[in-house]
Antibody, heavy 119, light 107 residues
Framework: QVQLVQSGAEVKEPGASVKVSCKTSGYTFTSYYIHWVRQAPGQGLQWMGNINPVNGYTNYAQNFQGRVTVTRDTSTSTVYMELSSLTSEDTAVYYC????????????WGQGTMVTVSS | DIQMTQSPSSLSASVGDRVTITCRASQSITNYLNWYQHKLGKAPRLLIYGASSLQSGVPSRFSGSRSGTDFTLTISSLQPEDFATYYCQQSYSTPPTFGGGTKVEIK
């Protein structure tokens, strides 16, 4: 079946970087965009960026420009999200999700990865 | 960026009640409006896409509609498993922005 399986929880110190993976299976990897969305404690959903797996083209939210990098490995059907210069405000659950195009809703989501930033 | 204003931010309703959640876009997004259900500790679930199309596997008590830049999610008969937070999202332009969420509490 279609699945997005994310890497496990991370604890990072302020100023560090984190890289979260999203391994896809059960569908043609290049047929769907992958988005990254996060939810900080007590907050709503916040879109961070996406990637077109066909060509690797990315879009990022202005709030994260310069700090977030989304990449893909077509050989393993995996997408990565790296966030740098972490602060306590980056403590959140990070989700990957797929959509058929950049303008469609996201029908399949990963299970979420908790990232805690603490000294 | 397109702003999505969702209301109410929370509501309390009884099993069997009809529940309505609204979302207003700051500019035209045609029908590029999606609704998600999000339960604590789980991944969000797509309920409605294209303003009014029901995602496969979603119960028919959920429905969506559009009037201009105003969008509505309706739960026709609230069930205990519908306790969750609901989000609208526009996918008309990048970045695809979410509304602030509506927390639905079962009375």
């Amino acid at each position: 079946q279609v699945q997005l399986v994310q890497s496990g929880a991370e604890v990072k110190e302020p100023g560090a970087s984190v890289k979260v993976s999203c391994k896809t299976s059960g569908y043609t990897f290049t047929s769907y965009y992958i988005h990254w969305v996060r939810q900080a404690p007590g907050q709503g959903l916040q879109w961070m960026g996406n990637i077109n797996p066909v060509n690797g083209y990315t879009n990022y939210a202005q709030n994260f420009q310069g700090r977030v990098t989304v990449t893909r490995d077509t050989s393993t059907s995996t997408v990565y999200m790296e966030l740098s210069s972490l602060t306590s405000e980056d403590t959140a659950v990070y989700y990957c999700a797929r959509s058929y195009s950049g303008a469609d809703g996201s029908d399949i989501w990963g299970q979420g990865t908790m990232v805690t930033v603490s000294s | 960026d397109i702003q999505m204003t969702q209301s109410p931010s929370s509501l309390s309703a009884s099993v069997g009640d009809r529940v309505t959640i609204t979302c207003r876009a700051s500019q035209s997004i045609t029908n590029y409006l999606n609704w998600y259900q999000h339960k604590l500790g789980k991944a969000p679930r797509l309920l409605i896409y294209g303003a009014s199309s029901l995602q496969s596997g979603v119960p028919s008590r959920f429905s969506g509609s559009r009037s201009g830049t105003d969008f509505t999610l309706t739960i026709s008969s609230l069930q205990p498993e519908d306790f969750a937070t609901y989000y609208c999202q526009q996918s008309y332009s990048t970045p695809p922005t979410f509304g602030g969420g509506t927390k639905v509490e079962i009375k």
